[in-house]
């Protein structure tokens, strides 16, 4: 029977009810539960009968690629599939993580298993697995099977298998890779990492007051693989060599008040860093909020030039260069790294540039994004006091 109970006005506007407990207020994830397009009881009786689909072992293959290879949530790969319902790809998803290793195989029904069955995988494929992710931490679920498949002859395993078990036995996560050079954590840039918060920590720098971050990025229309397995609770890293490629450039400058939002233009050499940084002073002196702020950016060849420096201090600002290897004391790269995820991605329309676009994604980024940013390079600086890596 259903627990009914009557609420009555307080006097002072809040329910209770008989025995004079408050109302409970109740959160609904319309994420994890959908609600379909249904008002009140005619409406659903005028909704025509629903259709169910049938699928293929393809189209579920698909679906689970997606998942494993291409690191998406069951919400991304059921819009990227775009030929299964949504109800389908949650289902599909939350029975393939009640599957344990060894129990269901691609040729079996999943109503068919193994009881008592041991694992397939036994300590040397553990090992094997180990050091593949450690050499290769991006190595796909595919990629994955066929390194087993070739080192151990004669055995037959399925790439849900090896999945189940690099989440529930290596305890391996899917998440965004992080790339940095061997260089960025050396005992000598810790140490500078650590002489460099000591000196501006005595100053009356304060990254949520009196600071603008200017910084460039690259931007491109192409999506690449971002996602590596690591272990859980630690991030996902990734060493790679420096590559170039075409690329668009984007100067850009922000604060980590309320105050200011974005200022941002296209730009590769030291000449379109110099202009970027007098324009944006130029914005600055109009404002009285920002006289005597710092000017803060890392130490690259073109941010350097005694030039930028001189001319930025005869403007009545003042000019501080970061530590190398250091982009987390930078909260403009947290603000780049919003930019990016929200630009679209999809094939430019004839009336866009990918310069409209990234405008457009400057303009959505919100004024707690920036503050957060900041917060975010600010507890950072514990980190170089403790002499840790970053």
Known sequence: ????????????????????????????????????NITNYNTYKNEPKIEYNSYTDKDKARFFILIYDHGMNPSQAWKAHGHISRSTAYRWYAEDQKMVNGEIEDDEEPSVKRKGRPKLLNEDHTEHLKQEFKDNPSVTIEQAQDSLVKAFSGLAVSQTTIYNYMTNDLALTFKKAHFHSKERNSPENIQTRYDWVVKWSQTDMDYMSNCVFIDESAFHINLKRTMAWSERGSRAEVIVPQTRAKTT?????????????????????????F?????????????????????????????TAKDIERYIIQRGYRCVYLPPYSPELNPIEQFWHVVKSKLKRERL??????????????NDVLYSDLEGSARYSVKKFDVCLAKEPL
């Open 1 to 36: 029977m259903s627990d009914i109970r009557i609420y009555y006005e307080d006097g002072i506007n809040a329910p209770v009810d008989e025995h004079g407990n408050e109302a409970v207020e109740m959160d609904v994830d319309d994420e994890a539960f959908p609600l379909g």
């Open 249 to 273: 450039t984007i100067l850009g400058a922000t604060t980590g008040t309320s105050s200011g939002k974005a200022t941002a233009s296209v730009g590769t050499v030291t000449g379109h860093y």
């Open 275 to 303: 202009n970027f940084v007098a324009k944006t002073m130029d914005i600055m002196d109009q404002h009285e909020q920002f006289k005597d702020f710092y000017l803060i950016m890392d130490n690259a060849l073109i941010h």
């Open 349 to 362: 329309l004839k009336t866009e540039t990918l310069s409209t676009r990234i405008t457009d994604a400057c």
